[in-house]
């Protein structure tokens, strides 16, 4: 759930809906927002923008491996740039539902050593982005919201639905950091291009919104993402390039050994 | 100038509407007024104290947090079940409050908040040390032994033996306006937590409340003050005059000139400073002696029926007056300007405005009295009634004569002793010190000291030039090595810095193994560490210690004292050691700012500006009497009993270890302003004696009784009126108010006791 859903935020999620017809409720809508074909596998190449409010940016590029099996999910992510950190890679292995908890090992170079990574809250920041754990999901743990379809509008020439999400309890709302989320679902694709997030304290918190979506070997991809947190100033810009899906990737692929070995480019 | 005073005394409706518009037009300004707290701000803005901290600021974060303390004295401290439930309730609390910036681990520190950083199996593990309320001993007992292990906030979060918390948190940005209202906020919660009868105690401080009190405190005084000060002058004016327009005129005077200063203020967009909420008094005080002057001639002219016309009476009595009057506020004035001579905003502006105020009491006395007094009617002539004190003024004019030797001792041991004093003068600019030791907030803030590290805060920012530049081994050894050299002076409670936690990574990183702790040997293994942390810890947790780019790196440091002279000493030892370690030359540039800093340099400038505004003060009322007494001689004498107060003045703030600081500052020029009026009276009546061919003696007893009362009342308002300042609630102002008084007294007894000997001194005797 984690790393991968980051590496392949929104450019991975769905499939045209079938046809869908009548009216439906907030929940409906974000079960077929995560029900879409994002590909059985994927190899993709990220660059990360962190532009703090004075705008000075921190840059990183990886490159990405991404399987599926079943409802789970192995990621492999090696860094390229910037050079004091190029060879560290990160792999996780990803379970589906709250019961387990998943595992991330890194490798850092420097050291020469695989370093276990403790399991995080879903509200903590990830890699230093202003995209929490929580965030980098391809949908939020959908049961622990209560969702309410808010309305229809048009947003970029694109037909959505807002749908309104908020933690069920007191105690989700400080896990996650969130008071209430407002998902901006294109109607056509399933397909979220815009989220805003309130604070504890009811105020707003931050922006995500997905841009330059197109299809991918059939799958609808979109191209950036940015997420600004407005009351910091902050905010990360993501950028995928080189997307290949399907591409049959081996289980040895995602093994420890690999981490090590590091990427090499074909 | 008769042509003007008639056209006054013709149109008395026309001035009166024109002073009426005026106090309306300084009324409605007034609501632009508002107080300026922040201490940064009394620095100029071209000061490094000042560019610094908004540097610092657009860097790193203010670092201006509210403090709150609990202090738990039973056996186990804060280390138990009950203590440790109401941190997190309070931590939980303070994050509600939209009062505070929570976004980031440095914006709300508590022991429910930070994080441990220790190795695991096989990784770091980064989380929480109270992740939920410890239930059992043996989890408190961990609690405790990995808050000792860490180190990093020990002394800083919990204090070393256990017995106390703190919780640091951030205000919103520009939220200063608000910091009264979170200082009454946490207030309440506190009461709120105390009320459960627990054995904690809570204490409340950190500098954005300590602003915030400020900000209650000054409105407040001016508002207490300003009743105190006209009753004062109510029962002297009554004493005096002993009628109704006799009271009344001199205090309409006085109020319009007040209400014309401030609503100059505000249209200038000048704030009020703690030390120009004396203002208003220092008008009322020194403004009402022209008024006086002014009555006291008219009722002496009226009942010798000298003229027949109430208006030529009355233009009689403004053609005497203006000259002195006019000197008398210029020389008062002088003084006053001197004090541009400092760099400091609020000092500036006392002078200039109290200048203003002087000469607006100035104005408004010949137009209003003269105006009011003829559409009052003629009242009968008055009752000769012998003026009060006069049995003193009396025996003054005789005995000084009697005793010269004496009173030339008296002076003479005054002044060996003052000047013993004045050498000792010493200059503290601190914030805290501005309270009285026995305000809950001084106490507050003391008892923090004593349990924790500090809580003033001084900030050393390095730039290394070059990105990632603080990532390179040697460059994170030198920041621990300039934190030990810091961390030596028993004042520092404690500093931080971004090389400690990757020395405590580094050591998490190699099975925990102590002799780990220390800097990552390679820039790519600093680099490293840092992102692996990030996937654990929040990625600014470390934001308010170094930047993005990895160029620039901050050093936090805690003080338990922002006493000038304890700051002054460490920043002076530092400079040798960032010079070594972070040469200029490397491209390193080392700024330091903080509490800490903006007091040393206050320090200095209140120092620098004390010099530069005596030296122009003496110089020019000097020049001034000099032109007036056309003399060198008589314009030296002239100066000697001011310059003896003065003297006096400082000798007792080094004999009583009153330090200079913002507001004793001003007690110099204003003294020399105030005081030299005495003598300018006594000298020209002196000179009329003498010149009307009056023995010396004559002369003095003469001159005694003629301008003895005039400088006896003179005496008693301004010593009434600053000593009124003993009641406030500030130091400042009480220490301000005591001194200034105490000179008066000195400048008052050696105008009319040493200027005698003095001019008797000779064979010949002085003539004036």
Known sequence: ?266 | MKKLFNWVLTHPKSVLLVLVLATVLAVSQMRHIYIETDMDAMLPKHSDAYINKQVLEERFGSTDLVIVGIINDEKDGVYNTASLKLIQELTDWLADQPHFRTLALNDLLSLATIKDIRGSDAGLDVEKFMEDVPETQAQIDHLKQRMHEFGVYEDVIVSADGSGTIFAVRPMPDSRHQYAEIYDLMKAKVAELEARGGSERFYISGRPVIEGVFGVYMPAEMKRMQPIVMALLLVLLFLSFRTPRGVLLPIAVVLMAEIWTLGTMAALGAPIYTITTMLPILILAIGIADAVHFLSRERLLAHHQAYAHHKERMVEVMHELWKPMLMTTVTTGVGFLSMLASDLPPIRDFGMFAAIGIIYALLITMLLLPAALMLLPEKEKHAERKPLFSAYVEWLGVTVLKHPKRIMAFFGILLAVSVFGAMKLDVNASLVDQFKPGDPLRQADEMLNEHFSGTTSLDVMIDTGRENGLLEPEFLQHLIDLQDEIEKDPMVGDSSSIAEFLQTMNQALHADDPAWNRVPETSDMAAQYLLLYSFSGAPDDFETFMTGDYRQAHIRINMKTDETKVVAALLGRMQDKTDNWFPEDMGYKVEWAGTGFTVHRLSEMIIDGQIASLATSILAIFLLCWWMFKRLLIAAIAMIPVSLAVTVNYGMMGNIGIPLDIATALTGAMALGIGVDFAIHYLHRYHEESVAGNSYEDSVINTNRSVGHAILFNTFVVVGGFLVLLTAALYPQMKLGALIAATMVICYLATCYLFPVLLGLGKEKIRV
């Open chain 1, 1 to 266: 759930m984690k790393v991968i859903g980051l590496l392949i935020l929104s450019a991975t999620m769905f499939f045209v809906a079938p046809v869908y017809s009548g009216e439906s409720g907030g929940l409906e809508i974000m079960q077929q927002v995560d029900a879409r074909d994002d590909g059985d596998d994927l190899i993709q190449k990220m660059k990360q923008r962190l532009i703090d409010r004075r705008g000075n940016v921190r840059e990183r590029e990886m490159i990405s491996f991404r399987k599926d099996y079943a409802k789970d999910s192995k990621s492999i992510t090696y860094f390229l740039a910037p050079s004091n950190v190029r060879d560290t890679a990160l792999l996780t292995w990803d379970y589906d539902g709250i019961a387990k908890d998943d595992d991330q090992w890194l490798y850092l170079p420097a050291l020469k050593k695989v370093r276990r990574i403790s399991s995080s809250d879903r509200g903590d920041y990830f890699m230093g982005t202003d995209f929490t754990f929580e965030d980098i999901k391809q949908t939020p743990e959908l049961e622990d919201y209560n969702w309410t379809l808010i309305g229809s509008e048009v947003l970029d020439g694109h037909n959505v639905w807002v749908v309104e999400g908020e933690p069920k309890t007191d105690g989700l709302k400080k896990n996650l950091g969130y008071s209430n989320a407002r998902y901006y679902i294109r109607k056509d694709i399933n397909m979220y291009i815009r989220v805003d997030f309130w604070d504890r304290k009811g105020k707003e918190l931050k922006r995500l919104v997905s841009e330059e979506i197109k299809q991918i070997d059939g799958v609808w991809t979109a191209m950036r993402g940015t997420m600004t947190n407005i009351q910091s100033g902050h905010r990360t810009e993501l950028s995928f390039s080189e997307h290949r899906y399907n591409t049959g990737l081996t289980d040895r692929t995602f093994s420890e050994r690999m981490l090590k070995r590091g990427y090499r480019a074909k």
